[in-house]
């Protein structure tokens, strides 16, 4: 059975591309989790795996430093990257440590489930390949094991070929960045919902303190800038326009009550500063807290 690693920081990914593939190819291998690169790098080492799925944009040793020491340790390996951002010296640095594909995130489920199967196909007839060869084969090792099975017998379609010397060619690297126009399978709204239904519950509990948007990025595990895009995304708005609405509702849930002082709301509601409290408050109710519950008590 073939093993294969998901190498990915953020959780709520990890956790959902796991399932997905696990779904999918679970009685074809055996699925792995790192956290970041350097327990890419060791469990590469602990463990017997063909396939790597590596995000790049990892915090201490990135995806694409991690891929470099599998790729010396473990030329055999069939390589996938992921990242949020499209940049050229990403593509560049893929193209140097032989990846097999280069996703830009967010990539659909018809791409990682294709890219991966596609993989684990490789990784089965360098098996083959490996077992059947024999000393009269030593040029043909000359290349990474996954490179030589898809480049010798022209198969499998990922670009791979020989020189005239019968050298194993590097993968071809193909950049998946064309948008996925299908809708949006389970997978996906999976992913979402579970990271909605977090924010809403670490707003919900946290509403009343001082947070920012890196706070709640950093409480659902996600990088600043891919949990803005994906904030705005899924709420229609910003994460401080989305909040300050969140407590201002709050804020009239207690104007409704008559033993809550009006000076006591916006603390409660996480503005210590009751002039900034009011400011905020008039802004998106039309009129200052005094007035609100004035105008509450006129209508009993």
Sequence with gaps: MAGLMIAEDELIERMVLKKMLQKKFGEQCTIYEAQNGHEAVELARREEIQVIILDIGMPGMNGIQAAKIIRREHPECCIIFLTAYDRFEYARSAISVGAM??????????EIIHVTGEALHLADRYRTWRAGKDGADGDRAGGTGAEAAAGKDGAGGTGAGETASGEILPFTLRLVDEPDQE????????????MVSMVEEYIRTHYMYE??????AK???YSDPYFCKMFKQQFGQNFTSYLAEYRINEAKKLLCRPNVNVKDVG????YPDNNYFTK?????AGMNPSDYRMELLQKL
């Design 101 to 110: 594909e280069y996703l830009l995130k967010p990539y659909s489920s018809r």
């Design 211 to 216: 947070i920012s948007m890196h706070d709640a």
């Design 183 to 194: 809708k949006e399978n389970d997978e996906s709204c999976t992913r979402l919902s579970l």
């Design 267 to 270: 603390i409660r509601v996480g």
């Design 280 to 284: 905020v408050f008039r802004r998106l």
């Design 219 to 221: 409480a659902v595990n």
